[in-house]
């Protein structure tokens, strides 16, 4: 069942990736599935905290990913994700995944609960209901994060390809 899941979630995030990626859907969530099942000690509280943890383990495969194919030919593949609200994966505006990780760190650093709203609904597809359920917070507080959460990634992801006005 969670296997199933996982490769859902994988499939709908891989969905928005170019063609020549080679990653393929059923390679990333084995790789998830086998870090989370080496977890020890991880008190599982629900499902929502499960798959919040998945989504923190996505977004790591992805991006190492990402960083081995640039390392081994300069200039590497780009892998172009997206935000858009209420979409897991857009393909109108596209940022780069590592970019979009350092944007995230950057986050983070002002503001640790926006950050984690975007992993959990980006990376782990993660409704608002059950954001709030594993940040412990309102539905309500979750759809007001990641809206201006969203807003900055955007604005920051835009100044960093040259398209926005600049810092």
């Known amino acids: ?39 020890k000690n991880v008190n599982w509280q629900n499902r929502a905290h499960f798959f919040g943890v998945s989504a923190q383990v996505m977004r790591h495969i992805l991006v190492d990913f990402a960083r081995s194919r640039r390392s081994i030919k300069r200039g590497g593949e780009i892998f172009t994700v997206s935000l858009e609200e209420g979409s897991f994966v857009s393909r109108t505006r596209g940022a780069d995944v ?16 926006r950050s984690r709203v975007v992993e959990l609904r980006f990376f782990g597809g993660l409704s608002a209901g059950e954001a709030a359920e594993v940040l412990k917070v309102s539905p309500e507080t979750v759809l007001h994060d990641w809206k201006l959460a969203k807003a900055w990634l955007l604005r920051e992801l835009s100044v960093d390809d040259g398209v926005g006005g600049g810092r």
């Open 1 to 39: 069942m969670i296997h199933k899941e996982l490769h859902r979630l994988a499939r709908r995030y891989m969905a928005g990736e170019s063609p020549g990626h080679t990653l393929q859907t059923t390679a990333l969530v084995n790789e998830a599935y086998l870090r989370l099942v080496d977890v």
């Open 98 to 113: 590592m970019a979009l990780d350092d944007a995230l760190k950057t986050l983070a650093a002002m503001d640790p609960r």
